[in-house]
């Protein structure tokens, strides 16, 4: 079986300077994901490039192994520093532990809290119609959410 540490030392050491990893995982049956992104994004081509150079350092023949190597996307989970860098002042979901789902806007984030905007409908005093208002939410990152991920409509901004 193909050694997850020495897999992810690999790549660590042959990242890009405006690229990030993101997450190796190895299966039992050597079935291997690669999840690199960059701070502009990660083009096919360059995924590409770090598929042959984990294929140049471990042999088919000595170990048979399946390798995909692929940015973050859109769907999964933020787990690293620079996911919420690249994230900032963009649209994210938030699902917290007890399953509510928040939409808005990633204002800040610390090793403890993760603050994001989100706009809603509010009756405002001395209004008789709820007009849209844009309240900063705090959540702890360890007892309050059970993730955030990027976020996008396909539904046209008023």
């Not at 039992?28 to 294929?55: F, H, M, T």
């Not at 994001?116 to 309050?144: A, M």
């Amino acid at each position: 079986m193909i050694d997850k540490k020495d897999l992810k030392k690999l790549v660590l050491s042959n990242l890009k300077s405006d690229h990030f990893l993101i997450d190796v995982t190895v299966s039992a049956n050597n079935q291997i994901q690669v999840y690199i992104d960059g701070k502009e994004g990660l083009p096919i081509s360059e995924c590409i490039l770090y598929s042959r150079l984990i294929e140049s350092h471990f042999d088919r023949d000595v170990e048979d192994y399946e390798l995909s190597v692929s940015s973050g996307g859109l769907d999964l989970p933020f787990t690293v520093t620079e996911q919420f860098e690249k994230n900032l002042d963009k649209d994210v979901e938030l699902i917290t532990k007890d399953g509510k789902k928040y939409y808005g806007i990633l204002k800040s984030f610390d090793e403890e809290q993760i603050i994001i905007e989100i706009e809603q409908k509010e009756i405002l005093e001395g209004k008789k119609r709820k007009e849209l208002v844009k309240r900063d939410f705090n959540f702890n990152r360890k007892e309050d959410i059970k993730s955030i991920k990027p976020f996008f409509s396909f539904k046209k901004k008023k």
